[in-house]
């Protein structure tokens, strides 16, 4: 079995001390960084931009996984990769061009991603298969942390593992995932599992533990689907 990649979501930490938040996940075993761009217009929240990275990367060497809710998205993509994006992730919603920004980000040396809300039908992302390195599939609405899991979502996991059948294909989802819910996702087919509140809920001292607990439910699964 592949093993499973953990991705806590700093849109949990606190704020304040975001720098120290990143070297704390870090240190508690998270595998990627997870870093939510949000813009106040294709998402009902803001969040942080490009400079917000920048300043984080020299806290950690582990791979950071920018999921860019915002629209347009190709215009920042440059300034995210410099600011040290291992892979920027963009919304098949957020534009008509998607398939150019996920070249574009390749063309920058980034890993390329495209999410998909739960609204959105698997079948929009299979022509993007042959240029993606990862598919995001919500597990809520975006916007915010601390929702609910929306089983609805798994059906569009199953799918979009189905599609990638012999394909190298990292599959993320995003969105109220804790160490219950993370096992559906699992057998559905996703090997990366983002969590905001699920981790940075009771602070650092916790954090080490909250990760450990997210991946044995996600590594208690058996069977080829957790392999990417
Ligand atoms: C939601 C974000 C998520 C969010 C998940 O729009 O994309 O990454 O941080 O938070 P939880 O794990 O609390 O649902
Ligand atoms: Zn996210």
Redesign the pocket.
Known sequence: MTKAIIAP?I??ADFARLGEETRAVDAAGADWV?L?V?DGHF?PNITFGPAVVKALRPHSAKYFDV?L?IAPADPYLAAFSEAGADGITVHVEAGPHVHRSLQAIRALGRRAGVALNPGTPAALIEPLLGIADLVLV?T?N??????GFLESALETVARVRAMAAGRLLDIEV????DPGTVGLAASAGANVF?????VFKDGPASYAARIAAIRAGAEAVTGPTLSC
């Open positions: 979501s849109l949990s997870h939510d949000m998402v999921h809710m919500m809520v975006p916007g915010f942390g601390g929702q995003d969105g109220g995932i983002v969590a905001g509140s699920a």
